[in-house]
């Protein structure tokens, strides 16, 4: 069975640019998280999907950052205008149960993206 | 005060020794909590999960959960240089209504085994 895929692996773009980051969770789970992890700092969650809802998004940290799931498959997050700041490692896990606390995340090989 | 506090090492320990991991969360009503290992530029690894009181056993690795003090450990026996890791502590303090999950991490502890 295929893990959590994410795409691109390294993204170098300049302050102000457009990048969209792709998130292929496993096969036939509904939940679909995003997490970021800034240099020296713990990663930290942004927001969470089930299915195409999104269920909470209280880690977003501004409107330049957009996610999407259209579908319900697999997830977008863009970040228009990219600032310096949005540098990190960008996390996409995923679980396959609707609620209940007893739900183990699996995590993609992240996204690294640097803002020059 | 963070949310879920771990120190961050480096934790050194000879090959065949155990290595004690330790973290600390602030939620009381927190529920369930895990350990992840995170090689250098890989994505992190669930390696165990509790949720109740006491001690959970998987081959070479205990977790230990107290919540009266707010207190989860991992145990690694008889550790090997592969397991030179960073190990990452998450707590779920999503809505125990079961609508959301969001893990909340700790800094990490970076492990070294020596060989």
């Known amino acids: 069975e295929a893990g959590v895929t994410q795409f691109p692996s390294h993204s170098v773009i300049e302050k102000g640019q457009t990048v969209t980051l792709r998130c292929d969770p496993i096969s036939g789970h509904d939940n679909l998280y995003w997490y970021r992890r800034v240099m020296g700092k713990e990663i930290k969650f942004l927001l969470h999907?089930?299915?195409?809802?999104?269920?909470?998004e209280s880690g977003m940290p501004n409107n330049r950052f957009l996610a999407e799931r259209t579908g319900g498959t697999y997830s977008t997050l863009k970040v228009q205008p990219a600032e310096l700041e949005d540098s990190g490692v960008y996390f996409c896990?995923?679980?396959?149960?609707?609620?209940?606390?007893?739900?183990?995340?699996?995590f993609g090989p992240g996204t690294r993206l640097t803002v020059l | 005060q963070k949310e879920v506090e771990q120190n961050s090492g480096p934790l050194s320990v000879p090959e065949g020794a155990i290595a004690s991991l330790n973290c600390t969360y602030s939620d009381r009503g927190s529920q369930s909590f895990f350990w992840y290992r995170q090689y250098s530029g890989k994505s992190p690894e669930l390696i165990m999960s509790?949720?109740?009181?006491g001690d959970k056993e998987d081959g070479r690795f205990t977790a230990q959960l107290n919540k009266a003090s707010q207190y989860v450990s991992l145990l690694i026996r008889d550790s090997q240089p592969s397991d030179s890791a960073t190990y990452l502590c998450?707590?779920?303090?999503?809505?125990?209504?079961?609508?959301?999950?969001?893990?909340?991490f700790g800094t990490g502890t970076l492990l070294a085994v020596q060989p």
């Open positions: 896990a995923s679980s396959q149960r609707i609620g209940g606390l007893a739900d183990t995340q699996y």
């Open positions: 509790i949720y109740s009181n």
């Open positions: 998450a707590v779920n303090m999503g809505d125990y209504g079961g609508a959301t999950n969001k893990l909340i």
């Open positions: 999907f089930v299915k195409e809802s999104k269920q909470d």
